[in-house]
């Protein structure tokens, strides 16, 4: 029974990547029929607003689905995302289609969508693991010919395999265009998915055709200005570790230390370069590239503990209040908003930001349902992206049901929606999936900061609204009296005697009852015996 380690060792073998999440499909969110479609736009779109942006062009999206047969529960669809980015030039079409961690965003030090290289390709493979077919993906770059390719993953190689590849004329369109069959259940969390997307990006055009006729949605472009385009920054010291410190040391074109420190990271002043450098006891000239092993573990400690400001803000996207209220907050009518954003923080030496919003009093709804512990609806927005899924692991969902909203009476009752968005780069997402942050401590503290921030925003406005309430009262309670006693006075001076006509045109007559109970002006009495007003003038007019 007993196995030598030759015999154990036969059967260990390499495996690719993509055999991994061939295997593991929910890693990359593909775990459950009914996000099949969902996960699939949201990677299709998001790839297509990240090429828009970084190309400077104004997205337009074309989202297509339609069901083509009946399996059971199961149905299989086809979904066609088209987009009017610049295009992907022929050659990188297979890796970017067919492999997967291939793209251009990993590393970067800016904000964008996408930023692993995994989403597009595992759409891919999750289509031609439950239905066998090919993936078809047509890209012009200049608007004349459109490269067509019609390809599946090579899960041993984690490579494209190309099945059929032409050319057609373009006519003029620029852009990708990708088509797959996915078997899946329909959902209402499509069409959602697709609104808060388009309300949350203000300069996108998104028309989706859906199974039905009823299944449709034109969203028109609210602005024609690109929000702000992310500058990639430096790297912060505080997210340096020994790896970048030594692989940008080696090639680094300063020949002094300190030239290096103070041109190669962000927030690094002279005085803080210098600060560093005596702290490890080293030369100002000593050559970066002649640093040793040790030397470079020194210096990553010493940039760790020197005081710096948090990283630059360029590489960040905020929304801003107004987007999200005119693209979805102003549908649900609510009686005030408030809104807050933070200052930009940092986590490991990764910059993000944090917006909140609280809508109060809503008279309407937009689908999806109150979070059961708060009985506040949340909506979760990351770069601009609406996540949907795996609320319960998610730090905004953590992060919201620890501020006590309910001390700021944004309770079930106050029919409150909560909008929060993070602007990050590198953000660490519970899985490859990307549907949900980890609740790590620097983004759980700033989302709650935010949240209890706007809840004082919103127990502060209805303070202010119950003080302008009671002064109101109170301003209605004294001119009642003092009508009365002018009635009063009036009647003892055999003038007129008014009734509740005189203290309806004030606006009072519900108020009568409590005046005689609170001040003993008996003007039940007083109202009983008097005549109207018509009646007393004419008497007077008679006499
Ligand atoms: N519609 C598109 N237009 C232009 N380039 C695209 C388009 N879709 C994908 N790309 C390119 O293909 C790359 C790979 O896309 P993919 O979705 O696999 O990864 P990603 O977007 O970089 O990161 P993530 O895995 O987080 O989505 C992108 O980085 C981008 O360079
Ligand atoms: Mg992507």
């Known amino acids: 029974m007993r196995k030598t380690a030759r015999e154990l060792a036969s059967e260990m073998k390499e495996i690719s990547f993509s055999e991994f999440i061939a295997a593991n499909p929910h890693l990359v969110g593909f775990e459950s029929s009914l996000k099949m479609i969902p996960m699939s736009i949201h990677e299709l779109v998001t790839n297509s607003l990240d090429a828009c942006e970084a190309a400077g062009i104004l997205p337009e999206i074309w989202v297509d689905l339609k069901a083509i047969d009946e399996k059971g529960r199961l149905k299989r669809y086809r979904l066609t995302v088209r987009d009017n980015g610049p295009g992907i030039p022929p050659k990188n079409v297979p890796p970017v289609f067919g492999k997967l961690l291939y793209g251009s965003k990993f590393g ?9 290289g995994i989403g597009v390709s595992a759409v891919v493979l999750i289509s031609q693991i439950k239905t066998g077919e090919h993936t078809i993906v047509k890209s012009s770059t200049d608007g004349r010919t459109a490269h067509v390719y019609e390809l599946t993953m090579d899960v041993n190689r984690n490579a494209a395999r190309i099945h059929r590849t032409y050319k057609e004329k373009a006519g003029g369109w620029r852009g ?8 899946a259940q329909f959902t209402a969390r499509i069409r959602e998915y697709l609104e808060l997307t388009a309300a949350i990006n203000p300069h996108l055009a998104l028309h989706y055709d859906g199974v039905d006729e009823k299944d449709r949605l034109e969203v028109e472009r609210r602005t024609d200005a690109l929000p702000p385009k992310p500058v990639e920054t430096k790297p912060h010291p505080l997210g340096i570790d020994y790896d970048l410190l030594s692989k940008m040391a080696a090639r680094t074109g300063h020949k002094r ?8 990271f962000d927030r690094m002043r002279p005085e803080t370069a210098r600060k560093v450098i005596q702290s490890c006891h080293f030369d100002v000239d000593k050559h970066p ?13 010493a940039m760790r503990n020197v005081e710096v400001p948090p ?5 960040l996207s905020p929304v801003g209040e107004e987007v999200l209220v005119k693209g979805v907050i102003g549908r649900l009518r609510p009686e005030f908003i408030e809104a807050v954003t933070r200052k930009p923080c940092a986590m490991r030496g990764q910059p993000f930001l944090v917006e909140a919003i609280i809508a109060y009093g809503c008279e309407a709804d937009i689908g999806g349902s109150p979070d059961p512990v708060t009985g506040v609806s949340i909506h979760r ?3 601009r992206v609406p996540l949907l899924f795996s609320e319960s692991s998610d730090v905004i969902i953590k992060a919201a049901r620890d501020a006590g909203l309910g001390r700021y009476e944004v309770t079930p009752e106050s029919r409150s929606h909560l909008f929060v968005h993070i602007a990050g780069v590198n953000i660490p997402y519970t899985s490859e999936s990307k549907e949900a942050i980890k609740p790590v401590d620097e983004y759980y503290d700033e989302v709650k900061l935010a949240i209890q921030e706007c809840g004082r925003k919103v127990s502060k406005r209805i303070r202010q609204a119950r003080k302008a309430e009671e002064s ?19 009647r003892f001076a055999g003038k007129k005697v008014a009734d509740e006509a005189y203290a309806e045109a004030f606006g009072f007559e519900g108020l009568l009852e409590e005046v005689v ?4 002006l008996d003007v039940l009495r007083l109202r009983r015996s008097s005549k109207s007003v018509e009646e007393v003038e004419d008497a007077a007019t008679a006499a």
């Open 289 to 301: 590239s002649s640093l040793s092993r040790q030397e470079v573990l020194e210096l990553v400690e």
């Open 472 to 490: 109101f009262m109170k301003g209605r309670k004294r001119a009642l009296i003092h009508s009365l006693l002018l009635r009063e006075i009036n």
């Open 517 to 520: 109970a609170k001040f003993g």
């Open 381 to 383: 927005f990351v770069n």
């Open 311 to 315: 990283p630059s803000p360029e590489c």
């Open 176 to 183: 990708v265009e990708a088509r797959v069959v996915l078997e």
């Open 108 to 116: 970067a030090r800016k904000q964008s969508r996408g930023q692993q």
């Open 257 to 264: 230390l300190y030239d290096f420190l103070k041109g190669e």
